[in-house]
């Protein structure tokens, strides 16, 4: 029995490296496969080993490349290069670490195509009690929120949305629906259209909330709570908002954010509790913080941009216009930057803030010293907040009245002293994009709102205001290597903004012929 655990909790990384690698075989190992799923504690085996992989994917470089690549962080001079391939635009289907993300992504979407299949034939066996079978409907719900996040962040990150393609094939997703290991390359999957992909990841969000929602309704509500770390319907409709928003489908982002904001679960983190907030990985904002202990489970976001925990030295800082959105009084300032006096580049000490939105969660720690570890927070009620002003403040679903109650809302939970304004037009909208940036700086969504927004970006340090004062480190960010991350352009309609199918993808996969994506 402790050999078939094992394999439940290994089967997705060791059985579908690919979405298309060969897997001509039946057997992982000496496990018959189709004995993998048979009983309740299988089952929560299986899914405590999904939300291990849900959590591995809500943190590190699936956050920091599409933030990094973007106009808030600029990397200095001797950070090794870490991270360069994004800062400088030097973006390659071969790249190893965007390979990597591809994959996983395939891989937790393999993991629920195999489970689902398994866990409905339970549901259906009339073998378990009336109570057990609502814990395994929740259980399916919860295979199919993975499945819909696994597709949302690729289709994030690996499609352009473009409403005047939607039927064209070959500009979707590889939509593996059902775990068919194979080393017939004649039945890989291609890519599909835009439509049929935006189609069925909204099944699985649907799917998903259905099944959870009817545990919430007939046994309990024990995971709509802050800092849950299980899914809710909340998280799915969370995500069902940040998808539909994707899309361009203003009125259903609306909604979904809606959902959420007015069930009244959860509140926006109070104005002195929130720099605590992010150390400390608690807060009444926070719907979705996946499970972490002393030595297991913590991210280290934060290590990306600091590099270690002397404060003294960071791989990347953020540009002078990132440290400037921010006005007096705003405690997100205070909550995400560190003035480190000195930055040591190269040798020479300097005055610059460092990007501390990660500082470190004690807890974490399995020594004296600070690992640079926090919790996730995938999900958070002020991006809600941000999706419902945004929806509502753009001419095909225009509310004017909401987008500048949640924005004002959101203001004033971050200001000290805010005092509301009311706004309308393109300055409604600037404003809206301006707090995004503001609130959500380091979580990933940078490439994607640019992208979306039909922005390009040129990403200045901008440091040379402070001439004549240490904490003009342009000097240092122009010299060798880092003269490449300064001054990086990106129109509006760049093809960098919609990142490459890795390489040995398209090699392995004859029905990607031609489905590349532009200019890689």
């Avoid at 973007?70 to 390659?92: E, H, P, V």
Wanted: hydrophobic share 35%; charged share 20%.
């Amino acid at each position: 029995m402790k050999m078939k655990k094992l394999y439940l909790g290994l089967l997705a990384s060791v059985a579908v490296l690919t979405s298309s690698c060969d897997m001509d075989t039946t057997n992982f190992g000496v496990i018959d496969q189709s004995n993998y799923i048979e009983t309740m504690s299988d089952c929560q085996a299986f899914v405590n080993g999904m939300y291990v992989h849900m959590r591995s994917k809500t943190g590190g470089y699936y956050m920091f490349y599409p933030d990094v690549q973007m106009d808030q962080f600029i990397g200095l001079a001797d950070n090794g290069n870490r991270g360069g391939i994004m800062q400088t635009g030097q973006i390659r289907p071969g790249d190893t670490d965007m390979a990597d993300m591809y994959y996983n992504m395939y891989i937790a979407i393999n993991d629920a195509n195999f489970f689902i299949p398994r866990v409905e034939k339970l549901i259906e066996s009339g073998e378990f009690s009336d109570a057990d079978v609502e814990l395994l409907k929740y259980y399916k719900g919860t295979a199919h929120f993975e499945r819909a996040y696994a597709y949302w962040y690729l289709f994030d990150k690996y499609v352009n949305y473009d409403a005047s393609q939607l039927d064209v094939e070959g500009k979707g997703l590889q939509l593996q629906k059902e775990f068919q290991p194979t080393g017939n390359r004649k039945e890989y999957v291609g890519r599909s259209s835009i439509k049929e992909t935006v189609a069925y990841i909204t099944e699985q969000l649907s799917e998903a909330y259905d099944l959870i929602k009817e545990y919430e309704t007939n046994v309990s509500t024990q995971y709509c709570n802050p800092n849950s770390a299980r899914v809710s319907s909340y998280v799915v409709a969370a995500l069902w908002a940040r998808f539909a928003l994707l899309c361009e489908d203003y009125k259903t982002a609306g909604e979904k954010a809606e959902l959420v904001i007015n069930s009244e679960k959860y509140e926006l983190t109070p104005f002195d509790e929130y720099v605590s907030m992010w150390t400390n990985d608690e807060g009444s904002e926070l719907l979705f913080v996946p499970w972490a202990e002393q030595g297991n489970g913590g991210q280290g976001i934060g290590e990306n941009y600091l590099r270690n925990n002397q404060k003294n030295s960071s791989d990347y800082i953020p540009t002078v216009d990132a440290l400037l959105a921010y006005g007096d009084g705003d405690i997100r300032f205070d909550a995400f930057f560190e003035l480190y006096n000195p930055m040591t580049v190269q040798g020479v000490d300097y005055l610059a803030y460092a990007f501390n939105k990660y500082p470190g969660n004690p807890v974490l720690n399995t020594g004296s010293t600070n690992a640079l570890l926090n919790k996730a927070k995938p999900f958070r009620l002020s991006e809600q907040y941000l999706i419902a002003a945004e929806a509502y403040s753009v001419s095909s679903n225009l509310n004017a009245a909401k987008a500048n109650q949640y924005l004002n809302d959101l203001r004033a939970a971050r200001i000290d002293g805010y005092e509301e304004e009311t706004l309308s037009g393109s300055a409604l909208v600037n404003a809206v994009r301006e707090e995004r940036g503001k609130e959500l700086i380091g979580e990933g969504f940078r490439l994607s709102d640019l992208r979306r927004w039909g922005n390009g970006m040129t990403r200045e340090a901008g440091y040379d205001m402070f001439e004549g004062t240490n904490m003009a480190v342009l000097s240092y960010i122009m010299e060798g290597i880092g003269a490449q991350f300064n001054n990086v352009h990106y129109d509006a309609n760049d093809y960098r903004f919609v990142w490459p199918i890795p390489t040995r993808e398209m090699q392995v996969n004859p029905q990607l012929t031609g489905q590349q994506n532009p200019n890689y």
